[in-house]
Nanobody
Framework: QVQLVESGGGLVQAGGSLRLSCAAS????????MGWYRQAPGKQRELVAD???????NYADSVKGRFTISLDNAKNTVYLQMNNLKPEDTAAYYC?????????????WGRGTQVTVSS
C-alpha cells in the first residue's frame, strides 16, 4: 500500500508565497509521475502541475511563471512552490502519484491541503 501525505497549505495574502510538500511512503518500486491538482468550491478538480521521475514538468496555463514543481526522487517527495498567489488560487490542493508498487501499478491521492489567498 502507498500513502501520500501533504503539508504546507495555509492562509496567505495576495502576492504572497507558499510551498506545498507531498511525501509518498509504503511499498514503492518506482514513481512515474507526481503532481498537484486543486479543487475550488463548486468547480471540478483540475491539474495544477505534474512532473515525471525524469524531471519533465507540465503546468496549467493559469499558474505558469508563478508556480514551480520539483521532485526529490531519493525522498519520494514532490514540492510545489507557489509565488505571487492570487485569490483565484484558493482551493483544496491534492497530491497525486502514479506509482509501481508491491501491488502493481496504482494511481494514488492524498487527502488534500487547503490554500486560501486573501485579497
Amino acid at each position: 500500500q502507498v500513502q501520500l501525505v501533504e503539508s504546507g497549505g495555509g492562509l496567505v495574502q495576495a502576492g504572497g508565497s507558499l510551498r506545498l510538500s507531498c511525501a509518498a511512503s509504503g511499498s514503492i518500486y518506482s514513481i512515474f509521475v507526481m503532481g498537484w491538482y486543486r479543487q475550488a468550491p463548486g468547480k471540478q478538480r483540475e491539474l495544477v502541475a505534474d512532473i515525471t521521475s525524469g524531471g519533465r514538468s507540465n503546468y496549467a496555463d493559469s499558474v505558469k511563471g508563478r508556480f514551480t514543481i520539483s521532485l526529490d526522487n531519493a525522498k519520494n517527495t514532490v514540492y510545489l512552490q507557489m509565488n505571487n498567489l492570487k485569490p483565484e488560487d484558493t482551493a483544496a490542493y491534492y497530491c497525486n502519484a502514479q506509482i509501481r508498487g508491491g501491488l502493481g501499478y496504482g494511481n494514488y491521492w492524498g487527502r488534500g491541503t487547503q490554500v486560501t489567498v486573501s485579497s
